[in-house]
């Protein structure tokens, strides 16, 4: 196997291809990293060297391309520079030149090679003959050379010395990559191959840094706070639990579901502008918005009101909208363009009760009464009102208001930003509360804000008096009793009774100041801003389920027999493919032989 190029070209196309039966080509895969093993073993190039500065520190691409972008035609810089990167490509013109496509940190520069150039260095035709049959695609090479640009115009580097391989690739680097699965179970050659991946996650790092550079910029301090405690609060979730078998503790601890607690107590202790960008975890179902693992923001502003929460979260969005407009027209370009006009201040708002009740057509009973849940089940069975989980016997009155909202308030985000104000307080107990003088009912001091129907943020006034955050608890919690819910019994929507937080009261006691507080899952918010409808494009490695289920890699230690087997299997199949594409052969046997393949 003197030249195992044609067999690895052959085998290219259909090693990241899966089979009906949703199992990778194992087969393919391993027999393409043996016959590369053996090319590049037979040249003495199966090498991963440390990088050497000899010639001085490495220049990167896009600087590369910034600093010899007026370099003229035909000319050379006078600089001679070492780049390295990835082959996305290799040109073979003749036996003395060769064009590369190098890509690193997502730019692109050619590189060229021309023996008669190179000979004077004391390379022999031999030499660069093999390094140019040698070099695949997916390798990473290191290039010295100077700038040029060649007749077409293309910036390029012209080798000076004979290109070194610093990593061969070992696997084919697809030049397509479409099946959903192999993309999420081999994210790593997703990201290669399909530029849009890569750019969602780039978009959301530049998102992050800006959310840094907002709070920053207006005084904030970021802090870190617990991710296991003995209980997860501020929020209504299932959490996960964790045994704690190396400490004193000897319970089972809880991973946090909301930093927003903890925060707080920060603002206790004086520090009046605080915010956390860090994950948190709730024990739910996986679908297209939602995953166990995801990243909260949360900020806390001592004497800040509903409307300053308002005003800051729409000068947020509205900056980090025309940030990522600017980001996607110069450096992700294949992310769909945002459309800047919905983004004009002020955004709609809608107060809760008000608006629910025109929408119903009638008036909603007093919902902090005991009998609110059972009236308002009546009412809208007698109006014939369908709402998800009426019929469910454990769904809270909270949770039937907020799929009321869904039904009947967020659609008014699909044109325009939306804030719904004033939730009734069973839906908010941890912030302030308050009359409303235009339906009598007690509602909260909270809005959350809806882009394209879907929730992106969540703020309420705290509560900061400790005999109301204790009773509020107390009346959450006897509320979720009368409803079957039991204190560490969750139902499907993942409510329990929550027992009363009396350290968190206990650090009211000392004094929270009136306080703003506002919170945010970045995945949300990149999916705006991105385009894309899953929340798992947005994290690096896929939700949950993708992460625990990634395939092991392809063995490494079979025998010589089923590494023959597996030669054997591809050069059947190439035959085969060439007689298909010479239109020889009968079809249906064919497709019958790639089926028992």
Avoid at 6 to 34: D, E, I, S, T, V
Avoid at 52 to 64: S, Y
Avoid at 379 to 391: A, C, K, S, T
Wanted: hydrophobic residues 35%; proline residues 5%.
């Amino acid at each position: 196997m003197n030249s195992s190029t044609p067999c690895l070209q052959f085998l290219r196309p259909y090693a990241w291809k899966w089979k009906p039966a949703g199992a990778r080509n194992a087969a393919y895969l391993r027999f393409y990293h043996l016959a590369r093993q053996h090319e590049l073993i037979q040249s003495n190039a199966l090498k991963y060297p440390r990088i050497r500065h000899e010639g001085g520190a490495p220049m990167r691409i896009p600087i590369f391309r910034e600093k010899f972008k007026d370099v003229e035609m035909g000319k050379h810089a006078d600089e001679e520079v070492i780049i390295h990167g990835r082959v996305q490509s290799v040109r073979r013109a003749g036996n003395k030149l060769m064009f590369l496509d190098l890509k690193g940190e997502f730019e692109h520069v050619q590189g060229l090679c021309n023996f008669n150039k190179l000979q004077v260095t004391g390379v022999e035709l031999g030499e660069f003959k093999t390094l140019a049959k040698l070099l695949n695609r997916g390798d990473i090479v290191s290039i010295t050379g100077r700038a040029t640009k060649t007749p077409t115009g293309e910036l390029s580097i012209e080798a000076t010395r004979l290109p070194e391989l610093l990593t061969p690739a070992l696997a084919p680097l697809p030049f397509k990559l479409e099946d959903e699965e192999v993309r999420i179970q081999h994210r790593h050659v997703d990201m290669l191959v399909n530029r849009k991946t890569i750019d969602t996650l780039r978009l959301r790092s530049h998102l992050i840094k800006y959310l840094r550079d907002f709070f920053h910029e207006r005084g904030f301090l970021e802090f870190q706070t617990p991710i296991l405690a003995e209980n997860a609060s501020g929020a209504t979730a299932r959490p996960f639990t964790v045994a704690a078998s190396e400490t004193s503790v000897n319970k089972n601890l809880a991973m946090r579901i909301a930093p927003e607690l903890w925060l707080k107590r920060l603002v206790v202790g004086g520090v009046d502008k605080v915010f956390e960008l860090g994950p948190a975890f709730r024990n739910e179902g996986i679908d297209q918005t939602h995953n166990p693992e995801f990243t909260m923001c949360e900020f806390y502003n001592a004497y800040a009101n509903l409307d300053d929460l308002i005003a800051l979260t729409e000068e947020l969005v509205c900056g980090a909208a025309q940030h990522c407009s600017n980001l996607i027209a110069t450096k992700l370009d294949s992310l769909p363009a945002i459309d800047m006009a919905q983004y004009q201040r002020p955004f709609q708002q809608l107060e809760f009760i008000p608006s629910l009740e025109s929408a119903l057509g009638f008036k909603l009973p007093d919902l902090s009464s005991a009998s609110a849940r059972e009236e308002l089940i009546s009412l809208l069975r007698q109006y014939q009102i369908d709402v998800p989980g009426l019929n469910k016997p454990d769904i809270t009155l909270a949770k039937l208001l907020d799929n009321l909202a869904g039904e009947f308030l967020e659609p008014y985000s699909l044109t325009k930003p939306l804030f719904i104000t004033h939730h009734p307080v069973c839906m908010a107990p941890l912030s302030k509360s308050f009359v409303c003088p235009k339906t009598g009912q007690q509602v909260s001091a909270r809005t959350e804000l809806f882009i394209n129907g879907k929730e992106l943020a969540n703020m309420y006034e705290e509560e900061n008096d400790p005999a109301s955050q204790r009773q509020k608890f107390m009346d959450q919690l006897n509320a979720a009793k009368r409803e079957g819910l039991a204190p560490g019994v969750y139902n499907e929507e993942g409510e329990s009774a929550m027992e009363v937080d009396e350290s968190y009261v206990q650090a009211l006691e000392s004094g929270l100041p009136p306080t703003g507080g506002w919170g945010c899952g970045i995945e949300r918010m990149v999916m705006l801003f991105s385009g894309t409808k899953r929340i798992s494009d947005c994290l690096s490695f896929g939700n949950l389920r993708h992460v625990t289920n990634v395939p092991g890699a392809v063995r490494t230690g079979e025998d010589e027999e089923k590494a023959r087997e597996m030669r054997e299997e591809a050069e059947k199949k190439a035959a085969r493919e060439r007689k298909r594409e010479k239109g020889k052969g009968k079809e249906k046997e064919e497709v019958s032989d790639e089926s028992e393949a």
